[in-house]
């Protein structure tokens, strides 16, 4: 793949990312259900049920794999190619390509946690767990991060 296509390529799936990152976080990606009691759960709103069910720990793990480490994914990111081309920062630009790379392979674990809890979370009357068409948002947004950190190459920094 020529370094232009990588560049273009890198950079429309990180606005993809930006645009679907609003609805990921707005969409339900769970409806839970507790003894007849439905609930539809954003990411957001699972993090304050975690943190009203006194597990304040949890909670902010939520809050952080699944809100702030993707916004800070597509702004970095985001930043890393509208400085493309240029000298500013290069060793910055390659450090946060290089941290976020290792943190990409961390990135699906909210996903794969709601279908252990999909599965497990059938208890017939009593409790039920239910993915929702947010959490396809959600994967979308996370895999969108992961294919342009793969594409954008850390010498196209260097060479640029």
């Known amino acids: 793949m020529k370094d232009d296509t990588r560049v273009s390529l890198a950079r429309a799936l990180v606005a993809t990312a930006g ?6 976080n707005i969409m339900p990606v769970m409806t839970m259900t507790v003894v007849g009691k439905t609930e539809p759960l954003t990411v957001l709103g ?12 949890v909670a902010g793990v939520v809050f952080l ?11 970095t990111l985001g930043w890393i190619l509208l400085l493309h081309g240029t000298s500013l920062q290069r060793r910055r630009r390659n450090g946060l390509h290089s941290f ?8 699906m674990i909210d996903i794969f946690l709601l279908a252990v809890l999909a599965a497990v979370g059938q208890l017939g009357v009593l409790a039920e767990v239910r993915a929702e068409p947010g959490a396809l948002v959600f994967s979308t947004v996370t895999i969108c991060c992961l294919l342009a950190t793969e594409i954008y190459k850390p010498r196209l920094i260097w060479e640029g």
Do not use: C
Request: hydrophobic letters at 50%; zero cysteines; a neutral charge.
């Open 65 to 75: 794999a699944s809100f702030l480490v993707p916004l800070m994914k597509i702004g």
């Open 46 to 57: 699972g993090a304050r049920e975690l943190w009203d069910s006194d597990l304040p720990f």
């Open 100 to 107: 976020i790379h290792k943190i990409g392979s961390w990135s």
């Open 19 to 24: 645009i679907l990152y609003i609805p990921s």
